[in-house]
T-cell receptor, first 112, second 112 residues
């Protein structure tokens, strides 16, 4: 299996622009997670889906952030408009059981 | 609510020395405990996990951890480290709902 796939690996954008991060979970996994990692706040769970349905989005910072999972093999995290404080590494993870999550390589986002 | 405290943000050691990375957690319910490793510019990889049963858990790359319920700790140990063990290590606590709460991480640097 190819593991969790994220694209792009790096994204540099200007403040105010829309940013879309993409994730393909491992086939057969029914849960998908979006995390954000920064030096200041560490690794934070933004949202997680189970069977394509958002279960908990309490970690989403504000209305500028939105996430979708239109099918079992694809998810997006969108930031509109982006701000410099959104600069971070964003990870997607997937799981088929409660005791293990598989992480993607991450997308490093820089907002100038 | 759950929380995780990793007591050391950085741990420098010499090659072939033993190492212990400390982790304390708090939770009002029964927990699952995890250690993940993150190599530079990569996603997180599961090292080991405690779900139930034996309190001494063995993981990959020669690491082990001991669950201590009375001290609410889950410290990670390796008897002899290698240069290749240089990475950031994250302790995490989870429950039955798929959500993981991560500590801030410990940067292990193995020097020759």
């Amino acid at each position: 299996d190819a593991g969790v796939i994220q694209s792009p690996r790096h994204e540099v954008t200007e403040m105010g622009q829309e940013v879309t991060l993409r994730c393909k979970p491992i086939s057969g996994h029914n849960s998908l997670f979006w995390y954000r990692q920064t030096m200041m706040r560490g690794l934070e769970l933004l949202i997680y889906f189970n069977n394509n349905v958002p279960i908990d989005d309490s970690g989403m910072p504000e209305d500028r952030f939105s996430a979708k999972m239109p099918n079992a093999s694809f998810s997006t995290l969108k930031i509109q408009p982006s701000e410099p404080r959104d600069s971070a590494v964003y990870f997607c993870a997937s799981s088929f059981r409660v005791d293990e999550q598989y992480f993607g390589p991450g997308t490093r986002l820089t907002v100038t | 609510a759950q929380s995780v405290t990793q007591l050391d943000s950085q741990v420098p050691v010499f090659e072939e020395a033993p190492v212990e990375l400390r982790c304390n957690y708090s939770s009002s319910v029964s927990v699952y405990l995890f250690w993940y490793v993150q190599y530079p510019n990569q996603g997180l990889q599961l090292l080991l996990k405690y779900l139930s049963g034996s309190t001494l858990v063995k993981g990959i790359n020669g690491f082990e951890a001991e669950f201590n319920k009375s001290q609410t700790s889950f410290h990670l140990r390796k008897p002899s480290v290698h240069i290749s063990d240089t990475a950031e290590y994250f302790c995490a606590v989870g429950g039955s709902n798929y959500k993981l709460t991560f500590g801030k991480g410990t940067l292990l640097t193995v020097n020759p």
